[in-house]
């Protein structure tokens, strides 16, 4: 039985996005890593690789369409082989399983397989796995049927697995190839968790996860009562009370001086230093100095970010994008006014991939040339 191709979420914020190109018609035979389509949103474009082999049965949404729903099927494939044995039945009021392609950006090669990416890329198609709990591989009771694809069938068979060992992190529990790509022949299936003694997970801050900021890149700050409330009365009153910005001048001359001998020195190697490139350093500087500054604020604490990760707004047609210099504080000017050009270029191109421009600890905006 065919199962659905998704529209992805290129971001944790996505909700919809325009699906640019085909690169598969009816008819055609597919393969684990193939890209079958190319998504574009305001800020990036991104390929959607198939998770698995088969045959497009079926195009559900043309080429050019925009304002697809994340997570609405967008192609159907049929598994070589497949039917009843190899197939859980839908159940009422579903559509049946939902296979989902993975993320990729443009700058990277076609056809890299990458198993890390696309377990964290493919699951969150269909749904967050924290509104959805696992569906097992195979029923209850002795002589259950297995539900595999056929690619996982066949790789199991050549390295001697036992699927009702293995556990199913497709759609419905559904086991595709990277469940067996890294399994070992008697690998045995994680017991679900019964409560009571099983040990707690460390908890996910999931406001920081939303706006790009990796786990483990801050140390977490609990806050006091006294700081919740400080914290909530401030955003309410940015909320509700209009708010100003603070401005002053600055004399740069030797500023502008430093960044001519710096653009002289460089020269040789084709680098030129820009007065933004001077900024996100000097920026970078200060929060090291002061880190209380390079910090982000969240209903669970405050994360305090172990590096000035700066974000620096790039005009687009249409829009605004936010490129990041990572670590800003460690690298050279020379290697800022590089990265800087090069992310500037390819934001403009919308080449940019999701974790180039999401999770910034601070935001520089150059307005030097409206006057």
């Given at each position: 039985?065919?199962?659905?191709?998704?529209?992805?979420?290129?971001?944790?914020?996505?909700?919809?996005?325009?699906?640019?190109?085909?690169?598969?018609?009816?008819?055609?035979?597919?393969?684990?890593?193939?890209?079958?389509?190319?998504?574009?949103?305001?800020?990036a474009t991104m390929e959607v690789e198939a998770v698995d082999e088969g045959t497009i049965e079926d195009i559900l949404v043309p080429e050019g369409t925009e304002n697809v729903k994340v997570n609405s099927p967008i192609a159907k494939l049929s598994g070589e082989g497949e039917g009843a044995a190899s197939s859980p039945?839908?159940?009422?009021?579903?559509?049946?399983?939902?296979?989902?392609?993975?993320?990729?950006?443009?700058?990277?090669?076609?056809?890299?397989?990458?198993?890390?990416?696309?377990?964290?890329?493919?699951?969150?198609?269909?749904?967050?796995?924290?509104?959805?709990?696992?569906?097992?591989?195979?029923?209850?009771?002795?002589?259950?049927?297995?539900?595999?694809?056929?690619?996982?069938?066949?790789?199991?068979?050549q390295k001697n697995l036992d699927l009702s060992a293995l556990q199913g992190s497709g759609p419905h529990g559904r086991i595709i190839k990277r469940d067996v790509e890294g399994a070992t022949p008697g690998a045995a299936k994680a017991p679900a968790s019964a409560g009571g003694g099983a040990a707690t997970p460390p908890?996910?801050?999931?406001?920081?996860?939303?706006?790009?900021?990796?786990?483990?890149?801050?140390?977490?700050?609990?806050?006091?009562?006294?700081?919740?409330?400080?914290?909530?009365?401030?955003?309410?009153?940015?909320?509700?009370?209009?708010?100003?910005?603070?401005?002053?001048?600055?004399?740069?001359?030797?500023?502008?001086?430093?960044?001519?001998?710096?653009?002289?020195?460089?020269?040789?190697?084709?680098?030129?230093?820009?007065?933004?490139?001077?900024?996100?350093?000097?920026?970078?500087?200060?929060?090291?100095?002061?880190?209380?500054?390079?910090?982000?604020?969240?209903?669970?604490?405050?994360?305090?970010?172990?590096?000035?990760?700066?974000?620096?707004?790039?005009?687009?047609?249409?829009?605004?994008?936010?490129?990041?210099?990572?670590?800003?504080?460690?690298?050279?000017?020379?290697?800022?006014?590089?990265?800087?050009?090069?992310?500037?270029?390819?934001?403009?191109?919308?080449?940019?991939?999701?974790?180039?421009?999401?999770?910034?600890?601070?935001?520089?905006?150059?307005?030097?040339?409206?006057?």
């Amino acid at each position: 039985m065919p199962i659905d191709i998704l529209m992805p979420a290129l971001s944790p914020t996505m909700e919809e996005g325009t699906l640019a190109k085909w690169y598969v018609k009816k008819g055609d035979v597919v393969k684990s890593g193939d890209v079958i389509a190319e998504i574009e949103t305001d800020k990036a474009t991104m390929e959607v690789e198939a998770v698995d082999e088969g045959t497009i049965e079926d195009i559900l949404v043309p080429e050019g369409t925009e304002n697809v729903k994340v997570n609405s099927p967008i192609a159907k494939l049929s598994g070589e082989g497949e039917g009843a044995a190899s197939s859980p039945s839908p159940l009422a009021g579903e559509g049946g399983p939902a296979e989902q392609g993975r993320m990729r950006g443009l700058s990277e090669p076609s056809g890299k397989a990458a198993a890390a990416s696309a377990e964290a890329g493919a699951q969150p198609l269909i749904r967050p796995a924290s509104d959805r709990p696992p569906s097992p591989a195979r029923g209850e009771g002795q002589g259950a049927r297995i539900f595999a694809s056929p690619l996982a069938r066949r790789i199991a068979a050549q390295k001697n697995l036992d699927l009702s060992a293995l556990q199913g992190s497709g759609p419905h529990g559904r086991i595709i190839k990277r469940d067996v790509e890294g399994a070992t022949p008697g690998a045995a299936k994680a017991p679900a968790s019964a409560g009571g003694g099983a040990a707690t997970p460390p908890r996910q801050v999931q406001s920081l996860a939303q706006m790009g900021i990796p786990d483990g890149s801050y140390d977490l700050v609990p806050l006091d009562g006294m700081r919740k409330t400080v914290a909530r009365r401030l955003t309410e009153s940015f909320r509700d009370v209009p708010h100003f910005p603070l401005t002053i001048d600055l004399e740069i001359d030797a500023l502008l001086a430093g960044r001519a001998r710096i653009n002289a020195m460089l020269e040789s190697q084709g680098v030129k230093v820009s007065v933004n490139d001077l900024v996100i350093k000097a920026c970078a500087i200060a929060l090291k100095q002061v880190p209380e500054a390079n910090a982000s604020y969240s209903p669970e604490g405050v994360a305090l970010h172990h590096h000035a990760d700066i974000a620096m707004a790039v005009a687009i047609d249409g829009g605004l994008i936010t490129p990041i210099i990572r670590a800003a504080e460690t690298k050279g000017l020379a290697q800022i006014a590089t990265e800087a050009k090069d992310l500037a270029a390819r934001a403009r191109t919308r080449k940019l991939k999701p974790e180039e421009f999401q999770g910034g600890t601070f935001s520089v905006s150059n307005l030097g040339m409206f006057g």
